[in-house]
């Protein structure tokens, strides 16, 4: 259930913060920093002033004390990039894992005993196996600040998007004697030699003309919030580096879907079990989402020389991804003649899978980011990087497609009538994986 999947994550968030806060108590050996200076002269201590400017990242004292190298809990300095408070907008070009889809459309031979249908001489695949992705454009947003002078304790969140990608494959046949015959493959679930490769036609040379087009979308966001703990600083004028703990929140939503459309026109019924006459629109819609709800820890360190800078960052997280299911399926018929008429279901879902269905699963989330950028000046700063993230026991629609059909559940078919016999399709959930993967070029303001 959801709520079984909301107390997971709020309780394993608390646990990823209260491991930070622990630490954060915990008292830094002073091996891990080198020493302080206390007895620096005035003189260089107005040296380091002057040059805070030109080397942002050196540490900078908030007392009278000089610090070369920061780390200790007593130290008065603050290590690393300035500003207490900072923002970022980033602009993202990603790419995503594609979708395992089972044959979808084919092209037949008229000649074939059941044209369109699999194992048939003059079958071919137009469309199945998978369905690949492009890239998507999108957007992140980040914003934080420290706790405290020194830039030991912070908080941090962020929200990214990818803006939905849509993808249409569209196969047509014009009915003419030499034309295309088009199909959509099926197991007929009726036959005695069950199951037994089945085709609904949609275009046949002397019989119907017809179109079909598949279209699939995908859609990703997400919002993280962590608190900051730094580890170690070490810095002096012109080079350095930080390490952080981050722990806290991850909420990550997948939309999917994949919908299938035809146009049939039948003029002149010539094959067993095919509609009499009249025009026919048929439609499936299969669409899934995913809710990843969980605690998340990591790490995050920083480089930096002069005014260039490197950060790295690595994160696991780990929760529940509510699984959603949506199944749909109409046919509406337009006798010759005649007036129109809906009927429930499409091809491949019938009245016996559609619906909407969930389930909860233990999912893994971690990801990692790696950025290099340069300050413009104190409070601007530019950046380019590339972002890799990986999501356990998602559900995607095109697992969800069963090709298992009760042949008389089919409105467009002179086969159709009560449910008789096995009641195929039924719903199915499978898990797989997912990626997300791209480029990323921002800007950071800092105060």
Known sequence: MKFTTWTLAVLSSLLALGVCAQIGRAQVPAAQFGPTVEDASEDAEQGEQEEAEAHPFSSTPTSSNHCNTCGRRRCKCVCGPPGRVWVSAEYLYWWTKGQRIPTLVTSGSPTDTTPGALGQSG???LLGNSLNSSGQSGGRFTAGFWLNQQQTRGFEANYFFLGPQTNSFLASGSGAPGSAVIARPFFDVTNPNSPFQNSQIISFPGASSGTVVVSSSTGLQG????????LCCCSNRCSGR????????????????IFINENIAVTAPAIAGFPTSGMFNVADGFSTQNNFYGAQMGLRGWWWRNRSFVNAQGLLAFGGTHQQMNISGSTLITPAGGAPIVAPGGLLAQRTNIGSFSRDQFSFLPQVGLNAGYRVTNRIWLFGGFTFMYWTNVVQPGHAINQSLNARQIPASGLAGPLTGPAQPNPIFRNTDFWAQGLNVGAMMRY
């Open 123 to 125: 079958t071919q695949t």
């Open 223 to 230: 919002v993280g919030a962590n608190g900051l703990y730094n």
């Open 242 to 257: 930080r390490l952080d703990l981050l722990g806290g929140f991850n909420w990550t939503q997948l939309n999917q879907g």
